[in-house]
C-alpha cells in the first residue's frame, strides 16, 4: 500500500492536481505497482513502478517536472509497437529514478495526456 496524500502531494509539487491524473479516482488498477517519489534540485519525480516479477509485463510510468514542462512517460522492457526513445539506465542508483530501473534498457512512450495509463480502460 502507499500513503495516498503523499502522493497527492507530489502531483501537487509538479503541477497536477491528482484528479488530472485519476479522472476517475479510483487508483486500484495500481495495486501492482509500488509508488516512488524522488525529487533533487532539478526533478520531483512521481513514480508507479511494478513489481520486480511483473517488470517484464508490466509498464513502469513517471510523472515529472524539468523547468517549466511536466513530462508523462510509459516505459517498459519489451518494445511497443510505437515509442519514442530507448533509454539505457545508469547501472547504480542515481537519486531519482527506482531500483527496478537500473541496468536495463527501457523503451519510452512521451504522453501528452497526464492521465494515468490504467484509468484509460
Known amino acids: 500500500m502507499f500513503d495516498r496524500k503523499a502522493v497527492a502531494d507530489q502531483f501537487k509539487k509538479i503541477g497536477l492536481e491528482p484528479g488530472d491524473v485519476f479522472v476517475s479516482g479510483d487508483i486500484s488498477a495500481y495495486r501492482k505497482h509500488r509508488w516512488i517519489l524522488a525529487e533533487n534540485d532539478r526533478f520531483t519525480v512521481v513514480n508507479a513502478v511494478p513489481q520486480e516479477q511483473d517488470a517484464d509485463v508490466l509498464f513502469w510510468e513517471e510523472w515529472y517536472r524539468e523547468n517549466s514542462e511536466i513530462h508523462h512517460h510509459i516505459l517498459t522492457l519489451y518494445r511497443p509497437d510505437k ?16 531500483s527496478i530501473c537500473f541496468g536495463r534498457v527501457w523503451y519510452v512512450v512521451e504522453e501528452t495526456s497526464m492521465q494515468a495509463m490504467l484509468q484509460r480502460r
Request: hydrophobic share 45%; no cysteine; proline share 12%.
Open 83 to 98: 515509442y519514442d526513445a530507448v533509454w539505457n539506465a545508469p547501472a547504480a542508483d542515481d537519486g531519482l529514478h527506482p
